[in-house]
Structures are given as C-alpha cells and as structure tokens.
C-alpha cells in the first residue's frame, strides 16, 4: 500500500487534544448556597418551636458523640458490610445470568418468567419469608439485599446483551470473529453502560433495602440505631442515622458514576 | 478474466407474519477477478441481501453463491464488508478499531501494528490514530470502517451504500480515494449505491436491479478509462452512461415490457 492521501481534508474537526473540562464554578457556588440555606431554614424551623425538632447544632453534637463513642463507626460498618455483601453476591450473579439470557433464547424463555415475577414483589416483602426460612442472624438480611441488587442488575444487562447493534455483530463476523470472540470483543463492551445503569439502580435498591431490614431485626446498623432512638424519642440519633444514610447513598452512586464515566466515556451523548 | 464471484440462481424469501416475501428471484450474476461492480435499484429490491449473502451473513434460499469457484460458507476475513452505518466499535481507538481483524489473525504483533499504520494512513487518518470514533465526522468514520477493511487484505471488498449518509464534497473525495486505492491494488468491488452518478462514475459495470421481486433487470458497461477524473464526469459520454442507467432505474415498468 501506498499513502495516497495523508493529508488533512477541509471538512475534518481539528485533531483531538487531551483537555479535561472545567466544572463550571458558578454550578458548586450555587450548590452551596442552596445547602446553606437549606441548613438556616432547618435552624429557624427548630428555633421557632416546632414540636420537639432539633436543630442542626444538636445533630451535630450527638454525631459527635456517636462518632467519639465508636457507636456511628459500628453502625456504619455492620450496614456496609451487609450492602456489600448483598450488592456483590447478587450483582456477580446478575451480570453472568443476564448476558446468558440477552445471548441465549432458551436460558430467556426459562429465566425470564421468574425475575419479572419477583420483581413485582417488593424485596421487603420477602422479609418474614427470609426470617422464617433462615432465622434472623446476617442471613435473611443479605438475601434480601441480595435479591434487590440481583433483579435490578439482571433485567438491565439482559436488555443490554438484546440490545447490542447487530451491525457490530455483523462487522465483527465479516472480519472473522468467532462466537467466543464476539462475546467478549463486542457484547461485554457493548452492553457495559446497560449493566453499570444496572448496578447504580441495584445499589440504590439494596441500599434501601437495608434499613428497612435492619429496622425490623437486627443488632446493630444504622436502621437499629434509628429505631432504638424511636423508643426513647431520641431525635438527634434518628437525624444522624438519616444524614448517614443520604451521604453513604450519594458517595456509593458518586463512586459508581465516577466507574462509569470511565468505562463509558466512549458512548457518543446526543 | 476469471470470475470472483458467482451468484447462480440465487433466490431468497422472508417469512413473514402470513405471507412470505419473494426478495430475490433467481438472481445470475458472475463478477470477474477485479472488476469494480456498482449495484443500484430502487430501494427494497434486495440489494443488502445480495451483497449480505456474498458476505456470508445470510444464506441463500435457493441456488449457490461461488467465490472463486467454491460455494460461500459464512463470512470470512477474504471478503471485506463496509456498512453504511460505519460499525465502528465506539469504545476502540481508531487504530485498535483498525487492528480488531488483524488481533483475529495469526500475525505477529510488529507486523500487526505496521499493517494497521499502513491502512490509517492509506485512508488519511495519521493524526487521528488514537481519537475515539465519537469525535470523527461521518466521512472520517467511514475512512476507518474503510482501513480496516483494508487491514486484513481481503480480495473482495463489500461495500453497502458506504457514502450514502455523507454530504456531497466528502462523498466525491472518498470516490476519488476508493478509485485511486483500487487501481493501485485492483481488489474485486462490489459497491451498492442509490446514486446513479456514483455508480457510473465507480464501475466497470452497473448491475440495474428491479423490485418485486427483486431481481437483476440489467447489466450497463461503463466503456470509460481510468483514472476517473473530474472532466470525465462532466463529458457528454458519461452523461450518455448515467441517462442510460438513470432510465432503467426509474423507468423499469417501460423498460420491462419493452
Ligand atoms: N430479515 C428480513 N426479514 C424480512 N424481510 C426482509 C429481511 N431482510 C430484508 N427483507 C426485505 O427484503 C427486501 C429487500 O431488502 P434489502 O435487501 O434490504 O433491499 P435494499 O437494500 O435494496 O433496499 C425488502 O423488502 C426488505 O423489507
Ligand atoms: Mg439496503
């Protein structure tokens, strides 16, 4: 082969350049404006006498508190350490089982009739079930997280393998790709951004999940905490177990995003 | 000449919910060794499914499909296929796009990567190796879906309706390129189009399909020398070729009964 052409064509873009985008700043300033002004409201409200709310001063002391006497980290912990567990039991499960139904029609027309009626069952109705079946030791709390996480992730990259443009398949075939090949070079890459939206729906499934779980029976995390602190009407406990909840949500989806702006940079967004 | 490739009564039918749909009837077409084909018919008459059927990626239904004289038995790196939506794999770099074929092949990682430079370049794309297809223009996608084509050397190259979705200058610079590659290396084409212009200005022959059902309704010579060029396009004996052509695409009723 000869270079015939190596020049550059009027109608092509200037050569790409490496340039991280600036966060507009005016969007943060706005953004802490708006918490602090969420924050004074809170503060008025309390000031104002609304029937036992507690103000953001005292939430701060009693997380403090929490935080000094090791109880918040314990807490912590004991939910995260139920979430993961849940989250990467059913997640690891759902991808494999998922790209087995996006790839296979049999496994589809086997699997599929289940997940779509356990999804119709909110997971926190498994709960009695769960108890009954595996007592009320971590087990039947990690199932249902487990499950959440699981049905959420399963129908997002099964829809992702269906998806899959089949003219890449095709292009990949043409160039000699086998099978084999084709799934890993073309259908795991293609469908990654179904099965990370997946994961972020599956993550804030099994989050939710796990309070209500522990509100009902558990030892320790930070739905117990909050439902102790109900019995002795202890509201600045159940605002820091509240606050705890929404900051760990938001850092996990954060996370998640952060993997997915890396492993889907490639989509073109219209 | 020898022949390339050799459709021999080929015939294709679609079911459909309550019918089946006859899309191509008894198709008889020889393409020699390096001759540049243009198809052109009105959309529907099946001409994605001739060429999908030379690629291997639809069989047919009745009759055989001969590449050099034996029968096509599912796609194969000897038969390069340019698709009109591009099919660039969009998490791949350019040149990782380029070098997918060539990964599938035994060649030696040096020879691997002076094989996917030599392509990029062929098709003007230096600067651009490592840029995601996401940030080309339509015609530059195309030019990488076009190396690697290239990269893997196949003896037939495919093409369906490859510029179709380019605007007008860019198509032209792509035909004078593909022309220019072409008779430098004198692949076998088969190029589908809706553009008369296009496929007179590219072949050798025309191949004119009709629809309903589809089929070949006839084969125009293009007695033009090469190089190609852009006085050619405006002579009065191209302008006889593509009123030729023009006529039996869009006057088939009147053609047929004649
Ligand atoms: N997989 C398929 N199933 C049913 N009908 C099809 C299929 N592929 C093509 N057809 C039909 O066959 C005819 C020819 O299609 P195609 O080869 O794409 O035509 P062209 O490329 O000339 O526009 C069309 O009417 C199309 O609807
Ligand atoms: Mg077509």
Not at chain 1, 125 to 147: H, R, S, Y
Request: aromatic share 8%; net charge positive; proline share 6%.
């Amino acid at each position: 082969m000869t270079a015939l052409s190596v020049s550059q064509r009027p109608g092509d873009p200037p050569a790409p350049r490496r340039r991280r985008a600036r966060r507009p700043a005016r969007g943060i300033v706005l953004n802490v404006v708006a918490v602090a002004a969420g924050l004074a409201a809170w503060t008025g409200l309390s000031a104002s006498g609304i029937q036992g709310l507690t103000g953001p001063v005292e939430v701060a002391v009693r997380g403090a508190e929490l935080i000094a006497d090791g109880t918040l980290t314990a807490d912590l912990l004991a939910s995260l350490r139920r979430v993961f567990t849940g989250f990467a039991l059913g997640t690891a499960l759902a991808v494999p089982v998922g790209f087995l139904m996006g790839w296979y029609a049999t496994a589809r027309a086997l699997i599929e009739p289940y997940v779509q009626f356990f999804r119709t069952i909110p997971p926190l109705a498994i709960i009695p079930l769960a108890i009954l079946l595996m007592g009320i030791g971590e087990t039947p709390k990690v199932f249902v997280i487990f499950l959440a996480a699981f049905l959420s992730s399963v129908v997002a990259t099964f829809q992702g393998v269906m998806d899959v443009d089949k003219t890449l398949i095709n292009a990949a075939r043409v160039l000699g790709a086998s099978d084999r090949v084709i799934f890993l070079k073309v259908v795991v890459p293609a469908s990654t951004p179904f099965i990370i939206v997946g994961m972020r729906v599956g993550l804030g499934a099994a989050w939710g999940t796990l309070v209500a779980a522990e509100l009902i029976a558990a030892q320790e995390g930070l739905g117990y905490r909050m439902q102790q602190a109900q019995l002795y009407y202890d509201l600045p406990t159940i605002f820091v177990g509240l606050i705890s909840i929404g900051v760990l949500g938001l850092a996990m989806d954060r996370l998640l995003q952060l993997a997915e702006r890396r492993l889907t940079g490639w989509q073109e967004r219209r | 000449m020898t022949t390339k490739i050799s459709f021999r009564g080929v015939s294709k039918t679609f079911a459909l919910k309550d019918t089946d749909f006859l899309a191509l009837d008894r198709v008889d077409l020889d393409i020699a060794d390096r001759e540049f084909v243009t198809v052109v018919g009105p959309s529907g008459c099946g001409k994605s499914t001739l060429m999908s059927m030379a690629a291997g990626l639809v069989e047919p239904g009745t009759g055989e499909i001969l590449l050099d004289g034996a029968p096509v038995a599912g796609p194969g790196p000897d038969r390069g296929v340019i698709f009109q939506q591009y099919a660039l794999f969009p998490w791949l770099t350019v040149r990782k796009n380029v070098e997918f074929g060539l990964n599938l092949a035994p060649v030696p990682a040096q020879e691997r990567r002076e094989r996917a430079q030599r392509a990029i370049d062929l098709v003007g794309l230096t600067d651009f190796a490592d840029a995601l297809p996401k940030t080309l223009s339509g015609g530059m996608k195309q030019r990488c879906a076009i190396a690697r084509a290239y990269a893997v050397n196949p003896k037939v190259l495919l093409m369906d309706e490859p510029f179709g979705a380019l605007d007008a200058l860019t198509r032209v610079q792509l035909q004078d390129q593909l022309l220019d590659t072409w008779s430098q290396e004198r692949r076998t084409v088969m190029f589908i189009t809706h553009d008369v212009d296009e496929a007179v200005y590219l072949a050798n022959r025309v191949i004119v399909m009709a629809a309903r059902p589809g089929r070949v309704h006839r084969v125009i010579d293009v007695d033009l020398p090469y190089p190609r060029t852009e006085e050619l396009r405006l002579s009065p004996e191209f302008a006889r070729i593509r009123n030729e052509v023009w006529h039996s695409v869009y006057h088939q009723t009147s053609a047929h009964a004649e």
